[in-house]
């Protein structure tokens, strides 16, 4: 099964609103990185957050983790019809494995 | 800087047959790894390959096996292919070992087995 599960499944909004993503998790974790994809594409890296990080911040995006509930949050915010993607969680497991293990995914539709 | 190649982008196949896919990391980069992905499994991972040996293998048969050369290239190789092996295969590299740090993906080569 997989390690990481995100919520929604699919969002849709209007351009301006802000989008929020969800990712649970099972194990302990080394890190915790979130990546997005254009329809049919390659992944492109969004952020990442270690697991002594609560809070991360880079442009509109804003990511949490709380290891306790093993759970993370992905914020977008002023959302732009270009942000229409699918967007996943990818976690790296804390012990040895070196495995990545991606969730099924939020499919984002931004309304122009 | 380039970023990571994959080829070929798309390719048909047949039911028994065989495929090589290949991929060329960015420039510097030491690991390479390959991901399937399918509208009902997701992203999955198949394996890693660092410093030209396997460190990683997802939960995938024998018949998925590849290699890394000393340039970091690498390659996948799917014997006996079966209609469930359509997919979009990734390839991604990193600086180092991949639970370490960003992955930098190519587009991927789009499989179908006929």
């Known amino acids: 099964s997989q390690q990481g599960e995100e919520d929604p499944q699919a969002l849709s909004i209007q351009e301006g609103e802000n989008a929020t993503m969800n990712c649970s998790y099972k194990?302990?974790?080394?890190?915790l990185q979130w990546y997005r994809q254009n329809s049919g594409r390659g992944l492109v890296h969004l952020i990442l957050?270690?697991?002594?990080?609560r809070e991360k911040h880079s442009g509109r995006l804003r990511v949490t983790l709380d290891t306790s509930k093993k759970s993370s949050s992905l914020l977008i915010t002023a959302s732009r019809a270009a942000d229409t993607a699918s967007y996943f969680c990818a976690t790296a497991a804390g012990d040895s494995s070196y495995k990545l293990i991606f969730g099924s995914g939020t499919r984002l539709l931004v309304r122009p | 800087k380039a970023g990571v190649t994959q080829t070929p982008r798309y390719l048909i196949k047949t039911r028994g047959q065989q495929v090589t896919l290949s991929c060329s990391p960015i420039?510097?980069?030491?690991?390479v790894s390959w991901y399937q992905q399918t509208p009902g499994q997701g992203l999955q991972f198949l394996f890693e390959y660092f410093s030209e040996t396997q460190r990683n293998k997802g939960n995938f048969p024998g018949r998925f096996s590849g290699r890394q050369f000393s340039n970091s290239r690498s390659e996948m190789n799917v014997s006996t292919l079966e209609l469930g092996d359509s997919a979009l295969y990734l390839c991604a590299s990193s600086l180092n070992r991949i639970n370490t740090g960003e992955l930098f993906f190519g587009e991927g080569s789009r499989l179908t087995v006929l």
């Open positions: 420039s510097g980069h030491r690991s």
């Open positions: 194990t302990s974790i080394n890190n």
């Open positions: 957050i270690r697991s002594n990080e």
